[in-house]
């Protein structure tokens, strides 16, 4: 969602976006579509990676692979199909007897009947609402997904 900081305060990016900022402009092609990074709200927590999957408006089906000279970023391999999803049954998934800001133990499968987990992980229920507070209010989010509980 955003580019990732580390815990020494300092961005993680790679050659080219950093080649790029460090020449004094965005990428090219997103300043043609129209499109520039909005800046981080200090209200928004970090994320791990199960979490940032969980709400966004659409499921992207390609290969996402960790890039070999940059641990934290990933990149995308060949087609990228998005498939539109309704938060509000993700968010029905979540258990109700938990806590608001208590952890729940969240494993993502690839298909329904699959044995092997994709992403696996714990996620706080409050970040993710806080998340989806933040979302609802850009045009980016989509009209279908306005309310959630």
């Keep these: 969602m955003f580019p990732e900081e580390s815990d020494h305060g300092e961005l993680r990016l790679c050659r080219t976006c950093r080649d790029t900022i460090v020449r004094g402009g965005v990428r ?20 791990n990676e199960v979490e940032e999957r969980m709400v966004p408006p659409t499921i992207p089906f390609t290969n996402i692979q960790r890039l070999t000279h940059v641990y934290v970023l990933c990149g995308v391999r060949g087609q ?17 007897s938990v806590p608001e800001g208590a952890l729940v133990d969240v494993h993502r499968k690839r298909r329904l009947l699959a044995k092997t987990v994709y992403k696996s992980g714990m996620v706080c229920k409050k970040r993710i609402y806080t998340c989806l507070e933040y979302l609802v209010g850009t045009p980016a989010f989509g009209e279908s997904n306005k309310q959630f509980a």
């Design 28 to 47: 090219e092609f997103r300043v043609t579509n129209g499109f520039v990074c909005p800046d981080k709200p200090s209200s928004l927590p970090r994320f």
């Design 80 to 96: 990228v199909i998005n498939v539109p999803i309704d938060v509000q049954e993700t968010l029905q998934l979540l258990p109700r």
